[in-house]
Every structure is written in structure tokens, then in C-alpha cells.
């Protein structure tokens, strides 16, 4: 089979999905072979398919910022790809306006996972005909009626019941998506968070505009309450707990709007309908492959450090006493600890100096610290070797989800005390930990301002006995 090359050269060209399909396809692999023969022969780093769903990275955006060798690495991946960024934004362009969908769209381009769905939509959905003055063939615009008249024999004239038949169908295979990703396969990745509620609300929207097509209003209620529908789903279900479930909510809502918008656009144009079925399947299909392959392939996460401070009024001698111990907390008044995130409760020390075991107690059980570094009075360093559970779930039922174990994990803590004028202290505690909830930059917002919280827990109180006792 030919494919005209000269489609690169003119953005109002258009291509069939045919030739989109092979040429992202042909794309992919020549990128990928030439980032893995970089990356392994040149860098010495390991390179696999999953790396482009983490990329672009934090890394990314302060590329000039990183220390050689990190910098060169990241600067020649990113000039190896703009030959390919360039092509596939021409490609999709020229493919978004043979199916007359919104080039506005191209936006999914730049959107880890997002882009993939992208190009499987654009790959399935038909070019819009444009040889007969109706637009669509004859045979094209007797099937769209058919399917309609069918879609109206179930759901009547109206559009509530339309609505509750999209919400039946997509929310169950949203929730089973959950479950396979995150009870049978324990991934929690770009799958669940970012696939499967745009999935919810792309499916959900496509099936409303069956019968006829929908006004944009009426589609994002449809959508949003899918999603609602479905979270209540987990939490009936006793798969999730109410606190996990309110902070996927941000990122779930906004994507289950994202794929509203795309299903909004596919059901206005009626000549797309006749392949809704098989898109819908598609991206059943598409997504456990994905989350299968997260499981399997997902990097080890970046180590990050939280620190917090405070300062005083007692000189270091003072403080060193109550950092590596210190005595009971009064019991939270805050309501992200009353919730069930786990608490500190009082410390505990094993012997002293190089070797010593710290026992840091939190409301879930104890963090055993072995001390690395022991120089009173200005810094206390430590390992952590085990470590109890992040949170207790909030739910009508006695869980434990797969997340609570090894995926929020703590590596290294430690007290730096500096003597300030007036023979004053200022108390730096700093946690190094990793995160394996993806996509990152969106859970470190939680997990970074969680740590935080602990940390201003026991520096308060740290500085209250500290204080009182001076």
C-alpha cells in the first residue's frame, strides 16, 4: 500500500485512519529504537515503552537546572523528539480534519496516556465523506438511522432514559476497569487515574448521544454523574475508603470532563456513530493492556525530601534531648488526622549514638528508624527499615486496599538543629520518601503536604516541651 508522504508537508491535507495508523505505528517503533540505542549504548540508562508515559517529567521542565551527566540525557532525548513531536501534531491535525472532529483536540497531543487514546480514537472513528451534497454516503446515513431508531426503541423519545442507559452500561465497565487495575493487577497508574475516568466520561457521553444528538450542557451531567455513580460504586463495594476516593477526585473529575468533551464531539457528528461500539471496545481492551503493562514495566519512583521548620526559643543543648525522644502528643484536633491519615504519637530511642533504633509511634503502629548519623546537638539521621501504614481507610467496612502497602514509602528522615543569635534553634526535620501513584506530579501534591503536616506536628510539639522546659 502506497501512503503519500507529501501529507507532511501541508497542515489542511487530511489522511485516512488506515495511513494514520501505520505511520504512528512506523513513528513509534523508529523512536523507540532510536531512544532505547541512546539511552542504553551512549548513557548506560535503561530506556522501555513505559518511560513515555512518565515523559515529559519534573525532570523535563528544569532540564537546565540538573547536574551533568542528567542534563545531556534529558537535552538530546528532548532534541531527538522534535522531528517526531513535529510530524505527529501535522498528522493528527490533518487526521482531526478528515473526521471533522475540533482541532482543538490536538491538545490531548501533549497528555501522557491521553495522546495514546487520542490516536486510538482518531484511528477507529471514519473519515466524514464528502462526495455527495448530505455529506454522508447513502449507506452511511441509512445505518446511522437505523442505529438510532433502535437506540429510541430502548430509551423512548426522551433523554432521561438515554441517560440512565449510558450511565448503566459505562459506569459498571469503569468499575470493573478500577477493580482489575488496582485489586487483581495492584496498579496504581496512569490507568485507573487517567484512562479509566476518561473512558467514564468519553463512553458515557457517546452512549447519551445514541438516540440523537445532545446538547453540551446536558452531556457533562451525564458524564459528571457517571462519575459520582462510580465512585459511590467503590465505596459500596469495598474497594475503596471514603479519604482515597476524595483526593482522586480533583484529577477523575477533570478527566472523566476531558472525555466528555471528546464524546461530546463524536456524538454531534452523526457519521461517527456507526463505529461508537467498536471504540468503546477498543479502549475496553486498551486499558487493563495498559495497566497490565504498569505493572509489569513502572520504573522505581523518584526519591523526594519534604522539609519544614521552625524556630525556638531554647538553645540546641535544649532541643537535642526531645528530637531524638520525645514524650506523648496530645490527641489531633486537626481533621485530615481525625479522617484516618496516620499521626505521630510519641518517639522512642534504643541505645545511643551510630547503631541506636529510633521508634517513631503513629496511630497505625511504629516507624523503625536505625540512627546513621548521631552528631549532638545538630543533626540526627536515620533509615527507615519497616514502617506501619499511611492512613486507616474511612468506610462503612473493614478494608485494605493494595495502596496501603509499599506504595507511600519512607527511606531516610532527619533533625538538623542550627544555633540562632539570642541562643535560639531552628529545628529542620526533613523525610526523603517515594511515591509509586501515578501520575506523579499529581500525588506528590497530596503526599508532599501530608508530610508537611506530620512534620509540623512534632516540631510544634517539640518546641512547646522545648520551650516550657527553658
Known amino acids: 500500500m502506497h501512503i503519500d508522504l507529501s501529507v507532511l508537508r501541508n497542515w489542511n491535507r487530511t489522511i485516512d485512519r488506515l495511513p494514520y495508523l501505520l505511520a504512528g505505528a512506523g513513528l513509534f517503533l523508529v ?11 551512549i548513557f548506560g540508562r535503561p530506556w522501555s515503552p ?70 486510538l480514537i482518531l484511528s477507529i472513528v471514519p473519515t466524514r465523506p464528502v462526495e455527495v451534497e448530505a455529506v454522508e454516503t447513502k449507506l452511511e446515513l441509512e445505518h446511522w438511522r437505523r442505529l438510532r431508531k433502535q437506540h429510541r426503541q430502548v430509551t423512548g423519545e426522551g433523554a432521561g432514559k438515554s441517560a440512565l442507559l449510558a450511565i448503566a452500561v459505562s459506569v459498571p465497565a469503569t468499575v470493573a476497569l478500577v477493580v482489575l487495575g488496582a485489586q487483581v493487577l495492584q496498579s496504581y497508574g ?3 487515574f487517567v484512562g479509566a475516568p476518561f473512558f467514564l466520561g468519553m463512553s458515557s457521553v457517546v452512549l447519551f448521544g445514541l438516540s440523537r444528538p445532545q446538547s453540551f450542557g446536558t452531556c457533562l451531567l451525564v458524564a459528571t454523574g457517571a462519575a459520582t455513580l462510580a465512585g459511590l460504586a467503590v465505596l459500596v463495594l469495598a474497594f475503596e475508603g471514603l479519604i482515597c476516593l476524595i483526593m482522586a477526585a480533583p484529577i477523575a473529575y477533570f478527566l472523566a470532563f476531558l472525555g466528555a468533551v471528546v464524546g461530546y464531539a463524536i456524538q454531534a457528528r452523526p457519521w461517527l456513530s456507526r463505529d461508537v461500539p467498536y471504540l ?3 479502549m475496553l481492551v486498551f486499558l ?9 514495566g513502572a520504573p522505581e519512583p523518584e526519591t523526594r525530601a519534604v522539609r ?10 535544649q532541643v537535642w ?6 514524650p506523648e502528643l496530645p490527641e489531633p484536633d486537626s481533621l485530615l488526622f481525625k479522617s484516618g491519615i496516620a499521626y505521630p504519637e510519641r518517639a522512642e530511642i534504643h541505645g545511643s549514638g551510630v547503631g541506636a533504633v529510633r521508634h517513631c509511634v503513629f496511630s497505625t503502629g511504629a516507624f523503625v528508624e536505625p540512627i546513621d548519623v548521631w552528631d549532638p546537638p545538630q543533626v540526627l539521621r536515620f533509615r527507615v527499615t519497616d514502617q506501619p501504614e499511611p492512613m486507616t481507610e474511612l468506610s462503612p467496612y473493614r478494608i485494605h486496599p493494595p495502596h496501603l502497602d509499599h506504595f507511600l514509602v519512607s527511606r531516610e528522615g532527619q533533625f538538623r538543629l542550627e544555633r540562632l543569635p539570642g541562643g535560639g534553634t531552628r529545628l529542620e526535620g526533613t523525610t526523603w520518601y517515594t511515591n509509586r501513584m501515578w501520575p506523579a506530579p499529581y ?4 503526599s508532599d503536604a501530608i508530610i508537611h503536616r506530620i512534620h509540623l506536628r512534632v516540631l510544634e510539639h517539640i518546641r512547646a516541651i522545648a520551650e516550657q522546659a527553658h
Open 190 to 192: 496512569f490507568g485507573i
Open 280 to 282: 468503546c471496545l477498543a
Open 321 to 326: 534531648q526531645y528530637v531524638i525522644a520525645f
Open 288 to 296: 487493563p493492556a495498559l495497566t497490565a503493562a504498569e505493572s509489569v
Open 50 to 119: 513505559y518511560n513515555y508515559l512518565i515523559w515529559p517529567d519534573e525532570t523535563t521542565l528544569r532540564v537546565f537546572d540538573l547536574q551533568q551527566p542528567d542534563r545531556a540525557f534529558s537535552l538530546t532525548l528532548l532534541a531527538m523528539s522534535l522531528p517526531f513531536i513535529w510530524i505527529g501534531v501535522l498528522l493528527t491535525v490533518q487526521r482531526l480534519r478528515a473526521a471533522q472532529l475540533p482541532i482543538a483536540l490536538i491538545v490531548f497531543f501533549f497528555v501522557p496516556v491521553l495522546n495514546l487514546l487520542l490516536f
Open 31 to 41: 523512536k523507540f529504537c532510536l531512544d532505547w540505542t541512546v539511552a542504553r549504548l
Open 443 to 446: 500525588w506528590h501534591l497530596w
Open 308 to 317: 519544614t521548620a521552625v524556630t525556638i526559643a531554647a538553645p540546641p543543648e
